[in-house]
Nanobody
Framework: VQLQASGGGLVQSGGSTSLSCVAS????????IGWYRQAPGKQREKVAS???????DYSDSVKGRFTISRDNAWNSVHLQMNDLQPEDTAKYYC?????????WGQGTLVTVSS
């Protein structure tokens, strides 16, 4: 599975932006698709995900502000980010999981200015 992410950039505090990720290859094996982020000096953390088993899950820090969605074929995932805050500044990574492997996109930077 290959993941190609796009979107992000520089946003003012309180603003919105979105991220998209297109998956190619053996996408029929994907069980979970979603987004992680890593801020400077911090560990990578999950932002939101969609699972075939349990549906949609958000981290507490983004709940109510971010919305994740995917296409029916599990070929793409979209993250709408509203009311962005400086603490949302990070590199965002698209993630797809099969039963055995985590796949990662190249990362796209979101910078929120105060």
């Amino acid at each position: 599975v290959q993941l190609q992410a796009s979107g992000g950039g520089l946003v003012q505090s309180g603003g919105s932006t979105s991220l998209s990720c297109v998956a190619s290859g053996s996408t029929f094996n994907i069980n979970v698709i979603g987004w992680y982020r890593q801020a400077p000096g911090k560990q990578r953390e999950k932002v939101a995900s969609i699972s075939r088993d349990v549906g949609i899950d958000y981290s507490d820090s983004v709940k109510g502000r971010f919305t994740i969605s995917r296409d029916n074929a599990w070929n793409s995932v979209h993250l709408q980010m509203n009311d962005l805050q400086p603490e949302d500044t990070a590199k965002y990574y698209c993630n797809a999981q099969t039963s055995r492997i985590h796949y990662w996109g190249q990362g796209t930077l979101v910078t929120v200015s105060s």
